[in-house]
């Protein structure tokens, strides 16, 4: 009832990899259907379940693999064990996936401004309404929800994109539902850029967010 509840919004999941397994398994359906099913004896009931998953996990039991500044303590065996806790299908349904490194005393008291919010918040705006005049006159409103026809029509690659698609898909072991959030990221990035066709730096960035697929889990 929770994956219900957080129907056009977000669930926010903590220390993922803690949850049983059976019920990570669950979020499959939500995640791929945008609604959930609940069978009893008595009947079965469909629920909304259109929800933005956010995820946080550690590298590791102990928190520290790949830390530069503190010493990992696990073994291969029980990163992998920790790792494999979350199924491969239940990552190829999660768009994005990275790494977030520790961060550092003097980056906390640096005084670089980056980008201002304002700044983000008006790129954003700008991208929301590319995506809402593309989708225009049909159930749609944002990439995430496009399907097989909405990918061949605004997701085109020029040849030295496929090359590198087929590099990344090769070399990963990608699956085609992962080929294609890679397609539907690449084109908001697109988009967040102003740019009308996907191009290659747009495709790497959007490869560079499956973090999880470029490790054995």
Excluded at 185 to 209: F, N, W
């Amino acid at each position: 009832m929770e994956v219900s509840l957080a129907h056009n919004g977000v669930s926010f999941l903590d220390e993922l990899p803690e949850f049983r397994k059976n019920v990570l398994e669950v979020l499959r359906q939500p995640l791929e259907d945008l609604r959930i099913t609940i069978a009893r004896v008595m009947g079965t009931v469909t629920f909304p379940a259109s929800l933005m998953l956010v995820a946080a996990m550690n590298p590791c039991p102990c928190g520290f693999y790949t830390d530069v500044q503190h010493e990992c303590t696990c073994s291969p065996l029980m990163i992998q064990r920790y790792r494999s806790r979350i199924s491969g299908p239940l990552l190829d349904r999660i768009d994005i996936h990275i790494e977030v490194p520790a961060v550092r005393y003097r980056e906390l008291m640096g005084r670089t401004m980056g980008e201002s919010s304002s700044a983000i918040r008006e790129r954003v705006n700008r991208a929301r309404d590319l995506q809402l005049n593309r989708f225009r006159g049909s159930a749609l409103y944002c990439n995430a929800q496009m399907g097989a026809r909405e990918l061949q029509a605004w997701c085109g690659v020029d040849s030295a994109g496929d090359r590198l698609l087929e590099l990344a898909v090769n070399r990963l072991g990608l699956s085609a539902r992962a080929y294609t959030r890679i397609l539907k990221v690449a084109r908001t990035i697109a988009d967040l850029e102003a740019s009308g066709p996907i191009e290659p730096h747009h495709l790497s960035e959007a490869i560079q967010y499956r973090s999880l697929d470029r490790v054995k889990m």
